[in-house]
């Protein structure tokens, strides 16, 4: 062979090694990102083990294409595996779970209402009652030692 000859078989192995095929284009393009792939993330986030160790809640962070905004809310899983399930659901921002010491309550903010507050859901019953009405946004929740209070930061 020729050093020409040589030189474009060089050449011609090169292009084919670099280029890759239809085939290849068409995988490649299956497994890129796009924009509506955002809107199939779902993020956890803020796990909180139950005060027993036999339970998590934890935020579940979506995003939802009709509106173009973010979401939250809370699901629960038992530490086995089992019986994992929204505790609350809707285009909202449930947020900041917190066990109450005895295992039997949980503290959370939520704008289910329109403006963030701090609600108390009973875990036996599944019941929820809003527990503040601020102006400004509550943060930083936390249960005293007792589980008789609840204390959280808010600008006033």
């Not at 173009?68 to 779970?97: E, F, M, Q």
């Amino acid at each position: 062979m020729t050093f020409k000859a040589r030189i474009v078989a060089i050449l011609v192995t090169a292009t084919l090694t670099l280029v890759p095929s239809p085939v290849l284009l068409a995988q490649e393009a299956s497994h890129r990102l796009t924009a509506m792939d955002e809107f199939q993330l779902q993020l956890p986030t803020d796990p909180q083990i139950s005060p027993d160790g036999k339970r998590i809640v934890y935020v579940r962070r979506f995003a939802d294409p009709m509106t173009d905004k973010r979401y939250s809310n809370l699901w629960i899983i038992n530490t086995d595996g089992t019986d994992h399930r929204p505790l609350t659901t809707g285009n909202r921002g449930d947020i900041s779970p917190r066990w109450s010491p005895d295992g039997l309550r949980l503290a959370y903010l939520s704008d289910a209402d329109g403006k963030q507050q701090i609600y108390v859901r009973w875990m036996d019953t599944g019941q929820t009652a809003r527990i503040t009405n601020l102006e400004q946004a509550p943060d930083a929740i936390a249960w005293s030692r007792d589980g008789k209070m609840l204390s959280f930061s808010a600008l006033v």
